[in-house]
């Protein structure tokens, strides 16, 4: 159902509320239950009217659908890791709607019921759009979300729209020329070639010598300081070894039933688990299967740990005895940092943080969940961080030390190359000639401009961006300033700039003056939005935090 979500990205630009988080996430549970207990009761002022917490949780929820439809997914691990933070967004809808109803903007029910077909049509196939009722069924209903929840997003959504044209109207104001002239500085492409002066090519030039080794490793013992690592010993509970009973104890129950429930929410989402519905529904059957077996799992490893924090005197060699009462293995792990966690084993994403919570003091864990197991851990030692001495490091240090030798000579064989490149090409010679003659062997790139996306050539080398900064501030028939890169350094040789397809031009003009209108409009919203909030949201909790910034386009 998601999978045709970006191809209906037209309308998605006037749709507000993108907050971009700069420093603070905080992770809302998408599943949990809206009606259950609050943890505060105050929840700040908006201009001077108080927010409660029916209206905190309402906005929260439409920010929520907000990321729904603009990405196609909830905004659960993806949404964390691109910054969504559903309090901030849901304080910046509060105010917009706020000022939606001071300027007395009303949206009629059929440019409503049009935003809601859009977002019907953008979760379906290409020619009809999904059904409301089959959305609210696969979508909506398995997050604990309501038709009126969809239908107030929908009513609201559709008003700050109004807004956003409202407020950001000068940004509109894009001349045909100035137009023209954008699309031909973004599109006009030009043909060079890359001459790479790589490391590698020169490690045999490296001479060494046992003392230069030496201050090298001075100079650069941050590089080879260890971080503080920690030993624990674990019991582990594997999935596996409680399949059969959680099979078992769900045949007892209406498993058939529950199978069928989940695919039906997938609707036509259940080739993500198999080619054909049979296939997927046995996919099914043995995942849940396998939940039951982890928490199973977890119980076992939940009654052993009660075990464990019971005895006394508590000492961290408790563990080998609890363990060997019960005949369970215990397991030791090589010392590991935190940042790196444990080599060829996988705990969880929990693990390496817990493990560096114990301490001698409270040498124990509670379980631990990992992808194949449930652990309880057991401190054994911790090693401070530390620079390892010249010695222990010899080999490494030298390694290093010669590659940033070669470096060095491939920078310096580059300068020499450009001043001689230079002088040759103002005596009328021809840049292949040169490279033949100094036995180099120049890549030529397909012709590239500033709109470009991607250039492989070059990317594995130098980012895109600096690599186009530097090649159209280089004239043609020119050679451009020594680029280090990560393995040397690179020279870039301008030959030409090609006409511009002048058709391709008249015909996509049309569509770049839209886009820079949306651009404008998009930063006019939120230099808006920056300045209003800073005041609007002082006597809110984001008060502590950085003012979240609105864009108004995609």
């Not at 060079?192 to 013992?221: C, H």
């Not at 129950?253 to 198999?274: K, M, S």
């Not at 464990?308 to 792990?333: H, K, M, Q, S, Y």
């Not at 050679?479 to 301008?494: E, F, K, N, Q, W």
Request: one cysteine or more.
């Amino acid at each position: 159902m998601f999978g045709t979500i970006r191809k209906h990205q037209t309308w998605l630009w006037v749709i507000i509320i993108a907050v971009t988080v700069v420093a603070f996430v905080i992770y809302f549970n998408p599943s949990m239950q809206f009606g259950g207990p609050a943890p505060v009761t105050e929840f700040g002022r908006i201009r001077g009217e108080r927010i409660t917490r029916d209206k905190l949780v309402a906005a929260q929820k439409e920010a929520m659908l907000h990321y729904l439809v603009r990405t196609g997914e909830w905004p659960d691990s993806a949404g964390r890791e691109s910054g969504f933070d559903v309090e901030r967004e849901a304080y910046a809808r509060l105010f917009l709607l706020q000022l939606v109803r001071d300027r007395g903007l009303e949206v009629s029910p059929a440019v409503s019921a049009r935003l809601a077909q859009e977002i019907l049509r953008a979760f379906a196939g290409e020619n009809q759009p999904v059904s409301l009722e089959a959305f609210v069924r696969q979508v909506l209903a398995p997050r604990q979300f309501t038709l009126e929840d969809f239908e107030r997003f929908v009513r609201h959504e559709a008003a700050l729209q109004a807004l956003v044209m409202l407020i950001a109207l000068p940004g509109q104001m894009v001349t045909p020329a100035e137009a023209r002239g954008l699309y031909e500085r973004e599109h006009q492409e030009i043909s060079v070639q890359a001459v790479n002066f790589l490391a590698l090519n020169y490690l045999p030039q490296v001479t060494v010598s046992t003392q230069a080794v030496a201050q090298f490793y001075t100079n650069q013992m941050a590089r080879y300081r260890i971080p503080e690592r920690v030993q624990v010993s674990y019991v582990a509970f594997p999935v596996s070894n409680y399949l059969a009973a959680a099979e078992s104890e769900l045949a007892q129950t209406n498993l058939d039933e529950i199978v069928q429930v989940n695919l039906d929410r997938l609707g036509t989402n259940y080739v993500q688990f198999g080619s054909t519905v049979d296939e997927a529904r046995q996919k099914i059957r043995q995942e849940l299967i396998r939940r039951q077996a982890l928490l199973l799992a977890r119980r076992a490893a939940n009654e052993f740990a009660t075990v464990l924090f019971d005895r006394e005197p508590v000492r961290p060699e408790n563990l080998r005895v609890v363990a060997a009462e019960r005949g369970l293995e215990v397991g030791t792990l090589e010392p590991f940092t935190l940042e790196e966690g444990p080599q060829g084993f996988d705990g969880g994403p929990e693990f390496a943080q817990v493990a560096f919570r114990l301490s001698e003091d409270n040498p124990f864990s509670a379980p631990v969940v990992g992808p194949e197991a449930v652990y309880v851990l057991g401190f054994v030692k911790r090693l401070p961080s530390e620079v390892p001495p010249l010695e222990r490091i010899f080999a490494r240090v030298l390694t290093d030390y010669r590659y940033e030798q070669a470096i060095q000579r491939a920078r310096q064989a580059a300068e020499e190359f450009r001043a001689a490149l230079t002088n040759a090409l103002a005596q009328g010679r021809s840049f292949a000639e040169v490279c033949t003659a100094s036995n180099l062997h120049p890549v030529l790139l397909p012709p590239f401009s500033w709109s470009t996306r991607s250039l492989p050539q070059v990317e594995q080398d130098l980012p895109l961006a600096q690599f186009k900064q530097v090649a159209f501030a280089t004239p043609v028939g020119e050679v451009s300033p020594v680029v280090p890169t990560r393995d040397g350094a690179m020279l870039i040789y301008v030959q030409d700039r090609m006409p511009l397809d002048q058709a391709r031009m008249e015909k996509e003009l049309p569509q770049f003056t839209a886009y820079l209108r949306r651009l404008r409009m998009n930063d006019l919203f939120n230099e808006w939005f920056r300045r209003e909030a800073e005041v609007a949201l002082r006597e809110t909790p984001l008060a502590r935090r950085a003012v979240p910034q609105m864009e108004a386009a995609e």
